[in-house]
């Protein structure tokens, strides 16, 4: 672990990745304290303030402090996505695992269902899944991690071959170990490791999707300071306000940066070989 | 590649369409909304609710409807809008075709900016081309296109007026006006792609460039120009191919949310009125066609790479 950390800092978009991925941690945990307004309180006299001593990042149409609602909205966006890939990722791999298991017929069947449900881009899959439960922000993460789970089937189908194929696996079976050590002590910490990077990936895309679904009007519903939801109420100002905008743009080109380049960098930290 | 495997390769898709189909039609049979109350109101009586679920065949079993919807499907009757109570087939089709015009210009771009921008990347690998261009490819991905396109209408449209900032002029009826209004949707389609793509043509051409063969080419003289053009690009281009088609799918997904933003008339501003209204013919028929657009794509790709890499026997 310490070993994989200092790899990782060692190339420029490990250390980066960390460190931007890091604070928004921070920002998660400790953001609603940090914040020096209620992120709903209108406030009529301060409404469309520029930034500010007062108002740091300025106001929005009801008065409402924006970083403030940035801070508390990093749960609402960050949080959500992360369980949303993870929910994916959870599914994939059984699914994954258990074809890679299966092998021959059932392991073909399963894998041209998931090239097929996967003919479906993953924001209208997500669009589909939300009409079907409804709009709400839980349905959205419902929604996200189906569309991503028949892409990490795939992924770690692909990874679980390999591994099975590898001499430390022949090495095991001859050695006449059982099954379960195999699968536990010999597959499974190989398997996890490129999961780990795909993920990571993924949550740069789950913010995205997240933020997108809620732009649309199907995700997080007003008036939640969730930042795709914030941009969306923020187009009609922009003309007249245009930082109204930006900060949450901002806000979540950076999150969904700091996921790509974590990914990257656990990828090439893992991958000493490249 | 064998006649058996391109077979095959067209089975999987009549599979794909079959599972995509299946999928469509039970999201939309768990929908809860009432086809009946919706084409009536909320207010009709409920034998009149009874006789219109008859003639919808809303009465029958579930696999009798789906039966029923796929035969109308395969016969390309993809049924009537709920909303407009106009035939749902030539709409869509209508509208797929300026999502497709819009899907090629932004595929064209990518194209045209995206592999020499990774050429010049890979050649100048660690210098600070190369950086510029991996920072900004970063910068591409990580910005979703309901932001970009955003901040593409303010500072274009808003602040420079260079642009329309939305609306849709058909190219036939006057073509430079039609032009000016594709230009913004297909910008901001294609920066996701750019920036992905520039990003795997840079690496695909790092690794070809440290292959023996390459070594061999330069060893016995040639220039950098014909070892880069000759031997290089050949091969590293070859899986862009297979990259661009798997990037079809977040085009289309982009597509839905730039056509909506833009007000673009096309098939993904259709799907989202459609299922704003949950006009359920009209939400089968798009998913559907989408679907039936990724996978077609994909099947091209295939039949390309494995027309142009000799070396690849497909079974």
Known sequence: MAELLRRMLRSPQGALGLLLVGLMLVLVIVGPWLAPYNPETFTPLQRYKPPSLQFWLGTDQYGRDILSRLLYGARATVLMAIIASALGTLAGALIGTTSAYLGGRSDEAIMRTIDAVMSIPSLLMALLIVTLLGKSSFNALLAIGIAFTPGMARVTRSVALTVRKQDYVSAAIARGEKARYIVWREMLPNVVAPIVVEMTIRVAFAVMLFATLSFLGLGAQPPAPEWGLMVSESRRFMHLSPWMILWPSLAIATVAIGFNLLGDGLRDALNPRT | ??????????????????????????????????????????????????????????????????????????????????????????????????????????????????????????????????????????????????????????????????????????????????????????????????????????????????????????????????????????????????????????????????????????????????????????????ALIMASTYAIANFLADMTYAWLDKRIQYG
Request: charge should be positive; aromatic fraction near 6%.
């Open chain 2, 1 to 286: 590649m064998s006649p058996a495997y391109v077979l095959k390769r067209i089975a999987l898709i009549g599979y794909t369409l079959f599972v995509v189909s299946l999928i469509v039609f039970a999201i939309t049979q768990i929908l809860p909304a009432d086809a009946a109350v919706m084409l009536l109101g909320e207010n009709a009586t409920a034998d009149a609710l009874a006789a219109v679920r008859v003639q919808l065949g809303l009465d029958a079993p579930v696999w009798l409807q789906y039966g029923r919807w796929l035969i109308g499907v395969l016969q390309g009757d993809f049924g009537v809008s709920m909303r407009t109570g106009q035939p749902v087939g030539p709409v869509l089709v209508e509208a797929l075709g300026r999502s497709l015009l819009l899907a090629l210009f932004a595929i064209l771009l990518m194209l045209c900016l995206a592999v020499p921008l990774g050429i010049v990347a890979a050649i100048r690998r660690g210098k600070a081309t190369d950086l510029g261009v991996s920072v900004t490819s970063y910068i591409g991905v990580s910005v979703p296109e309901f932001v970009s396109a955003t901040l593409l209408i303010l500072v274009l449209a808003d602040w420079l007026q260079w642009l329309p900032a939305t609306g849709y002029v058909p190219l036939t009826e006057d073509f430079a006006r039609g032009l000016k209004h594709l230009v913004l949707p297909v910008l901001t389609v294609s920066i996701i792609l750019i920036a992905h793509v520039s990003r795997m043509v840079r690496s695909e051409l790092v690794d070809v460039l440290h292959t023996d063969y390459i070594r061999a080419a330069r060893l016995k003289g040639l220039s950098a120009r014909a070892v880069l053009f000759k031997h290089a690009l050949r091969n590293a281009l070859l899986p862009t191919i297979t990259i661009v088609a798997l990037d079809v799918g977040y085009l289309l997904g982009g597509v839905i949310v730039v056509e909506e933003i833009f007000a673009l008339p096309g098939i993904g501003r259709q799907l989202i009125v459609a299922i704003q209204s949950r006009d359920l013919p009209s939400i089968q028929a798009g």
